[in-house]
Nanobody, 118 residues
Framework: VQLQAFGGGLVQAGGSLRLSCAAS????????MGWFRQAPGKEREFVAS????????YYTPSVKGRFTISRDNVKSTVYLQMNSLKPEDTAIYYC????????????WGQGTEVTVSS
């Protein structure tokens, strides 16, 4: 299984970025796909998740209304559209996958860095 995250970069506060996570190596029909982030000196935190099939999206409160998670099943890609970015959104963003019936994310991508300047 491979999860490849890309799309990070440097953006000014108030700007937007779209992260992508290309998934391969298995079918993910019974999986949640998630985005996590880890800021310098801080623990990794959950950002958003989406069911690979069916409905259901979840967000951490600090990004609700600014970030949107979506998927393209044909391209096997999950996206994180990030709008109204703030300096506190600066972090390395990781995509991950877990089975619906389990709580632990077992597959992880390599991370893509997002820097928001003030």
């Amino acid at each position: 299984v491979q999860l490849q995250a890309f799309g990070g970069g440097l953006v000014q506060a108030g700007g937007s970025l779209r992260l992508s996570c290309a998934a391969s190596g298995r079918t993910f029909d019974n999986y949640f796909m998630g985005w996590f982030r880890q800021a310098p000196g801080k623990e990794r935190e959950f950002v958003a998740s989406i069911r690979w099939s069916g409905s259901g999206t979840y967000y951490t409160p600090s990004v609700k209304g600014r970030f949107t998670i979506s998927r393209d099943n044909v391209k096997s890609t999950v996206y994180l559209q990030m709008n109204s970015l703030k300096p506190e959104d600066t972090a390395i963003y990781y995509c991950a996958a877990r089975e619906l019936r389990r709580s632990e994310y077992v597959y992880w991508g390599q991370g893509t860095e997002v820097t928001v300047s003030s």
